[in-house]
């Protein structure tokens, strides 16, 4: 029996060691199901389990720039911008604390949908905004308005489009699912660009007014009326 503890006291050390090696802070999983509308803006929920090893006075998770209508738990978040992000302030519900927890933010995302190099609409949509910790799990839904009929590419910061070969998806009517099966580093950003039809999202293009002779004579009979 003797002979037998220090071999169960090695095996009960290496054992704790792969259990704190495997529970530093971070995501262990990070969910984003979008909506995009006919308007070109999404509804984005995301929804992100957290482990947290150590009490942090700040915690903020990053989504896009110009979102609005944020909300956290269903309550309205508290926000800063910096450097094209806005960081959704997490401390209240998680500074000082340790454990497992879930946290779930819904926003709105303006204008996704822009003209391309050949005029074609496109859907542009930020997935993923630099989280200051690892994301050991992504999963993501994207709900359009009409059937998916073209590729969509996807890009990361640290990979840029090699992380297609990380990741799975499947496009079926007009919702697109997928994973990535790689931890996504600190900092990772991941975006998703698919082409769409304008049947759905027509171009309108804006001519910008000038005034005519016309109304160059009248505005200068306007300003003489004034001064006389």
């Given amino acids: 029996m003797k002979r037998l503890l220090p071999l169960v006291l090695i095996i009960a050390l290496l054992?704790?060691?792969?259990?704190?090696?495997?529970?530093?802070?971070?995501?262990?999983?990070?969910?984003?199901?979008?909506?995009?509308?006919?308007?070109?803006?999404?509804?984005?929920?995301?929804?992100?389990?957290?482990?947290?090893?150590?009490?942090?006075?700040?915690?903020?998770f990053p989504i896009p720039g110009n979102a609005y209508g944020i909300t956290v738990g269903g309550g309205m978040a508290v926000t800063r911008k910096s450097g094209g992000v806005t960081y959704v302030d997490l401390s209240r519900m998680l500074g000082g604390v340790v454990g497992d927890f879930t946290v779930i933010l819904r926003y709105s995302l303006p204008g996704t949908v822009t003209y391309n190099d050949l005029l074609r609409p496109e859907l542009n949509l930020p997935m993923l905004s630099g989280f200051q910790y690892p994301v050991s799990n992504l999963e993501f839904s994207v709900t359009l308005p009409e059937q998916i009929q073209y590729t969509p590419v996807f890009s990361s910061g640290y990979h840029q489009q090699t992380i297609e070969e990380d990741l799975l998806y499947i496009a079926a009517g007009n919702q697109i699912t997928g994973s990535?099966?790689?931890?996504?580093?600190?900092?990772?950003?991941?975006?998703?660009?698919l082409e769409l039809t304008e049947e759905t999202f027509p171009r309108t293009l804006v001519e910008p007014w000038s005034a005519g002779v016309e109304d160059q004579v009248l505005a200068v009979i306007a300003v003489l009326g004034l001064i006389y």
Wanted: hydrophobic letters at 40%; one cysteine or more; charged letters at 20%.
């Fill in 15 to 60: 054992l704790s060691l792969a259990v704190s090696a495997s529970a530093t802070t971070g995501a262990t999983s990070v969910r984003v199901d979008a909506v995009l509308s006919d308007d070109g803006t999404c509804q984005v929920t995301a929804t992100v389990n957290l482990h947290m090893d150590q009490p942090l006075e700040k915690v903020q």
């Fill in 180 to 193: 990535v099966s790689t931890e996504l580093k600190a900092h990772e950003t991941l975006s998703m660009r």
